[in-house]
Nanobody, 122 residues
Framework: QVQLQESGPGLVKPSQTLSLTCTVS??????????WNWIRQPPGKGLEWIGY???????KYSPSLRSRASISRDTSKDQFTLQLSSVTPEDTAVYYC??????????????WGQGTQVTVSS
């Protein structure tokens, strides 16, 4: 059974860099065909995809966040990390990590972390 767990600070000051880590257990982040995603949900809004790091180590980001987001990984620990720079209160959200795989009908996100609340405030 694959499990994902987010960790990181719950409060970040404006203009600082948000850093969250997702620890994967029950599976390897280098397993072929899986993509490791960061997704967030601002209060009162829908889910927003931030980006992924693939099993190969390649990355892709949402166009709206590409200039501020960076995803890296530590394969020895089966962890991947999101860094989001120059945060503003609009980055306040519940942040999720999730495993995704491409299917003929689109992306399938089959395992999710429980989510972690991040608030941007001075």
């Amino acid at each position: 059974q694959v499990q994902l767990q987010e960790s990181g600070p719950g409060l970040v000051k404006p203009s600082q860099t948000l850093s969250l880590t997702c620890t994967v257990s029950g599976g390897s982040i280098t397993t072929n065909v899986y993509f490791w995603n960061w997704i967030r949900q601002p209060p009162g809004k829908g889910l927003e995809w931030i980006g992924y790091i693939a099993y190969s180590g390649s990355t892709k980001y949402s166009p709206s966040l590409r200039s501020r987001a960076s995803i890296s990984r530590d394969t020895s620990k089966d962890q991947f990390t999101l860094q989001l720079s120059s945060v503003t209160p609009e980055d306040t959200a519940v942040y999720y990590c999730a495993r995704g795989a491409p299917r003929p009908t689109g992306w399938e996100y089959d395992y999710w972390g429980q989510g972690t609340q991040v608030t941007v405030s001075s």
